[in-house]
C-alpha cells in the first residue's frame, strides 16, 4: 500500500510563491511517478505536474509550465512543487498523486492519492 502525506499550502497573494511537499511510504515501484493534480470545486480533477523517479523526466501542463517547478528527492521519497507567479486561476486542492504508469496515461481510478492540501490566491 502506498501513503502520500502533504504538507505547505494556504494563502498566498497573486504574483506571489508557495511550496508544497509531498512524502510517500510504500513499495519504490509504485511511486516511480510522483506528482500533483489540482481540482476546484464542480469541476474534474486536472494534471499539473510529475517527475519519474527512475529517468528525472518531468511533465508540465501547459497552464503551469515556466511557472511551477517540481522536484524530488529520491532519499526520503519526497517531491517539492515550487510554484511561482500565482494567479487566481491557480486556487485549488491539490493532490499529491503516486503511481509508475497511470499518472502518465490518465488512469485517474489507479492512482494513489494524498488527502490534499487548500491553496488560495488572493487578489
Known amino acids: 500500500q502506498v501513503q502520500l502525506v502533504e504538507s505547505g499550502g494556504g494563502l498566498v497573494q497573486a504574483g506571489g510563491s508557495l511550496t508544497i511537499s509531498c512524502t510517500a511510504s510504500?513499495?519504490?515501484?509504485?511511486?516511480?511517478?510522483m506528482g500533483w493534480f489540482r481540482q476546484v470545486p464542480g469541476k474534474e480533477r486536472e494534471f499539473v505536474t510529475a517527475?519519474?523517479?527512475?529517468?528525472?523526466?518531468?511533465y508540465y501542463a501547459a497552464s503551469v509550465k515556466g511557472r511551477f517547478t517540481i522536484s524530488r528527492d529520491t532519499a526520503n521519497d519526497t517531491v517539492h512543487l515550487q510554484m511561482n507567479a500565482l494567479t487566481l486561476e491557480d486556487t485549488a486542492v491539490y493532490y499529491c498523486?503516486?503511481?509508475?504508469?497511470?499518472?502518465?496515461?490518465?488512469?485517474?481510478?489507479?492512482?494513489?492519492w494524498g488527502r490534499g492540501t487548500q491553496i488560495t490566491v488572493s487578489s
Open positions: 517527475i519519474r523517479r527512475s529517468s528525472g523526466d518531468t
Open positions: 498523486a503516486a503511481h509508475p504508469v497511470a499518472i502518465t496515461s490518465g488512469n485517474m481510478d489507479a492512482i494513489y
Open positions: 510504500g513499495r519504490a515501484f509504485s511511486t516511480d511517478v
